[in-house]
């Protein structure tokens, strides 16, 4: 057990409660992990920081327990998400202008998703249409539908082949159009969807006429790269989403910016960039069910949806006012139901907060996890919809490329300032939390030594697993990637005079804790015992450069470790059938190339 009052050393929460599903923000810490701090560490009408607030979370957990908050990020999309989330609104009013909106953009536009349908020849409303790529074929150069050639092959992608010339085909071909092959009708003949074949849209849309976003993603962005965007000519906003779609969404957004009840406004708008991934060409099919949008990069899929953006629109001011009720009902048991949650969000830099000194009495903050993500790279996506956009180049990240101008070492340094200044405006004796994940040890070590500079020290009691679950197979099999699917959430205090210098890790003792802790934790994950060790090396004072989730995989290759397919979890290979074998530990390149920069 943690010596943090009513905490077990391992927090484990789940990412399905109302406000974490009314909007998608990348990292997002969920509010239920938040509020465990927040009890421990402070007293009703206390005030809690979070220097890097993102979409606002520690404002949502903090506001849920009668606190109140400051928040702070250089991120607009956060401001505008963070501050929806607390401005708690009439549910009925909300769905009165949300209709209101939708009828008038439908009277502006047409009968954009008017279609007959197939099985009573009446008309019929179009729910939503699959598209697929059309690649260009290497053996013939003639045009394949990605989608029909999956098909033919009985969705086995191995076994797809060109229908001209029996050439192979694969997602990897070149990318030369975009067709629609089938659509899902709503009628009144059938209780469910009629799948049908594609029909045009019966309304000229006239799109260069209306006031889309018309925002480029330049090559200089990480995700311009890491995406290749330019290779799939994907180099605009405009260009993710079809016309029909693109228009809808133009006009919805014309529509809530003359709502005239502020508060009713903004949360629309909440509603409106809660969507816009999902209205787009990034939200994935898959023959048995929707695979939603990847939201850490750019990617869309060979083959896609093109969902009913109404349909979206008005799901979405639903799930905004499940988030706001669930809010509400949490705020009554600590008497402050009536009365809008004091949370401020502000547009700031963590290495500069606009705070007086000792006014703050706890903080909690997630900052980005160096070159894992870039969170004003995919930003940019809702950015463009709201006309303001985020500072890159303040931005806590760790670019991939030797070029780039946000090193490792300016990442220490920013940490180091933005920790500097929590410890600035703690009052005496207060905490600073902060969750932190990754895989490469540099990067660790990296935070390691921002915490020392920054007069703050760890206090070892106070280190806690955060799982948040896994969703998905890759996550679940993160041995395979050495990606860590865990976090770790840090207590600092002030440092005190005389404290212990960190030490170089003894000769073998990793090897060996790891073993130790395989055989304590037999169920467990690779990313789970790479915790365990690096909590370990925290408390035995530790340097953390040296400690990779690979040196974990390896060392469980050698000691005959295999991981169950199905639950992810470390078993024995001579115990299970279905187990794949750890595989040789490699370190992922990007991370170590960025980290190298710091000791150039």
């Known amino acids: 057990m943690s010596n943090i009052s009513g905490m077990t050393e391992e927090l484990n929460v789940g990412r399905s409660d109302p406000a974490y599903m009314a909007h998608a923000y990348l990292t997002k810490v969920p509010a239920p992990a938040i509020i465990p701090f927040i009890k421990a560490h402070t007293e009703p009408g206390a005030v809690v920081l979070d220097p890097f607030a993102g979409s606002g979370m520690t404002g949502v957990a903090a506001a849920m327990i009668g606190r109140s908050a400051s928040l702070f990020d250089i991120s607009v999309l956060g401001q505008h998400i963070g501050q929806n989330y607390v401005s708690l609104v009439d549910p009925q009013a909300l769905n009165k202008y949300a209709s209101e909106v939708v009828q008038a953009a439908k009277r502006q536009l047409g009968n954009v998703y008017g279609v007959k349908c197939v099985g009573c020849s009446q008309d019929g409303e179009l729910a939503k249409t699959v598209w697929s790529v059309i690649v260009e074929c290497p053996s013939c150069d003639k045009p394949v539908a990605y989608y029909h050639s999956m098909k033919a092959a009985g969705w086995v992608k191995a076994d797809m082949l060109c229908p001209h010339c029996r050439g192979p085909i694969s997602s990897r071909n070149k990318r030369i159009g ?190 980005p996890f160096g070159s894992n993500l870039f969170y004003a790279d995919m930003a940019l996506f809702q950015e463009a919809w709201l006309s303001s956009f985020s500072d890159v180049e303040k931005e806590a990240v760790v670019d991939r490329s030797r070029k780039g101008r946000r090193s490792a070492r300016r990442y220490e340094e920013l940490l180091t300032s933005a920790l500097s200044e929590c410890r600035r405006v703690l009052k005496p004796g207060g905490a600073i939390s902060m969750v932190f994940g990754n ?3 540099r990067m660790w070590a990296l935070v390691q ?152």
Request: glycine share 4%; net charge negative.
């Open 449 to 600: 030594q921002a915490i020392c500079n920054a007069g703050l020290s760890v206090v070892p009691e106070e280190l806690t697993i955060l799982n948040k679950g896994q969703r998905s197979v890759k996550g679940l099999a993160s041995g395979f990637e050495h990606v860590a699917t865990l976090d770790l959430v840090i207590t600092m205090r002030a440092a005190t005079e005389g404290q212990s210098e960190l030490t170089h890790i003894p000769e073998g003792e990793t090897a060996k804790t790891v073993r130790r802790l395989a055989e304590e934790n037999p169920d467990t994950t690779p990313s789970h015992l790479y915790l365990e060790l690096l909590r370990t090396a925290m408390r035995s004072g530790w340097k953390l450069d040296e400690l990779d989730l690979s040196i974990v995989t390896h060392t469980l290759v050698e000691d005959d470790w295999a991981i169950e397919s199905k639950s992810g979890h470390l078993r024995r290979a001579r115990e299970v059938s279905d187990a794949t074998p750890t595989p040789p530990a490699r370190q992922p390149e990007p991370q170590k190339v960025q980290a190298d920069l710091l000791f150039e």
């Open 439 to 441: 895989s490469s040890g």
């Open 178 to 367: 975009e067709a629609p092959v089938l659509a899902y009708v709503s009628c009144g003949c059938q209780r469910t969807q009629v799948e049908q074949a594609p029909q045009p849209s019966p309304v000229d849309l006239a799109i260069e006429s209306l006031p889309y976003p018309r925002v480029e993603i330049t090559p200089d962005r990480e995700m311009y790269k890491a995406s290749a965007l330019g290779k799939n000519g994907m180099t605009t906003i405009a260009s993710f989403y079809s016309p029909r779609n693109l228009a809808v969404l133009t006009a919805l957004r014309e529509q809530i910016r003359i709502v005239p009840d502020e508060a009713i406004r903004n949360k629309l708008l909440f509603s409106f960039t809660a969507c816009l991934t999902r209205a787009s060409k990034r939200y994935q099919w898959h023959p048995k069910r929707p695979l939603n949008a990847a939201n850490a990069n750019y990617y869309v899929a060979p083959v896609f949806y093109e969902w009913n953006v109404y349909e979206l629109f008005l799901r979405k001011v639903i799930s905004t006012i499940r988030s706001d009720e669930w809010i509400k009902a949490s705020r009554h048991i600590y008497a402050t139901a009536d009365s809008q949650p004091n949370v401020v969000y502000e547009i700031s830099s963590a290495e500069s907060i606009p705070l007086p000194d000792q006014s703050i009495d706890y903080v909690f903050t997630d900052p």
